[in-house]
Structures are given as C-alpha cells and as structure tokens.
C-alpha cells in the first residue's frame, strides 16, 4: 500500500506530521512540492501554526508553574493542594514570572498571591520591571 492509497484525512495527518517535524529551510522546501499544495489551504496552515504557537505556550506557561513549585519546595515553604492547582492552572506568562520572582524571596507562600497597592487584579505588570 502506498501513500496514494491512505484515505485523505490520513494523507493529511501523515503530511502535518513530517511538516512539522522538519527545520525551516525543509519546512519551506517541502511546501513548494506540488503534493504539499493539494493536501493545505492557507487557513489550515494557518490554524496549525495557531495551535503550535499555542501549544508552545502552554509548554512554556507548565514551565514556568513547575520552576515556581520547585523553587518554593526547595525553600521548604508549604504549598496547599489549592495554592499548588492555582499555580499549575495558571496560563498567564507575565503573572507566573511574577510568582517566580516573589517565590524567591516569599516569606510564606501566601506572599506569592498577595495583591501588591495599584494591582487589585494581582496579575503581574512586567512592562515597569525590566
């Protein structure tokens, strides 16, 4: 059975799959195959790229959540089940990195969640900060 026998969302899968495994110079090159154009319109490309920047950033936000945990168990600072979702759950970059940058110095984990004065939100504003 060759790749011309697979049943189309197969075929598709199958090309989404080595596309994006590839480096970009190969990326571009193995788009410009003529196999390539059949399989994607430009709003599927689109939407993968989407959903790889997203997943990206997930990754990224998990990374962060876990590096604020390890920090804080290595401090030896107590993290409740609750404290320890709300980390985890947490999508938000710019309020994970002010998490991090205070469970360097919290006294407690709670000093982490503290609404500072011109923040009600508590949402981190890292646009004064660097």
Do not use: Y
Request: net charge neutral; charged share 30%; with cysteine.
């Amino acid at each position: 059975m060759g790749a011309a026998d697979l049943p189309e969302p197969l075929k598709m899968l199958c090309f989404a799959l080595i596309e994006s495994s590839l480096g970009e110079a190969a990326r571009k090159s193995f788009e410009m195959l003529p196999q390539g154009q059949q399989f994607f319109s430009e709003t599927q490309r689109r939407l993968f790229a989407q959903g790889k920047a997203e997943g990206k950033a997930e990754g990224r936000a998990e990374g962060e959540a876990r590096s604020i945990l390890r920090v804080l168990e290595r401090r030896g600072l107590a993290v409740t089940t609750e404290q320890h979702a709300r980390i985890l759950a947490c999508p938000d970059i710019a309020t994970l990195e002010g998490w991090l940058d205070k469970a360097v110095t919290a006294l407690s984990t709670e000093d982490l969640f503290a609404v500072e004065r011109g923040n009600p939100s508590g949402i981190a504003d890292r646009r004064n900060r660097r």
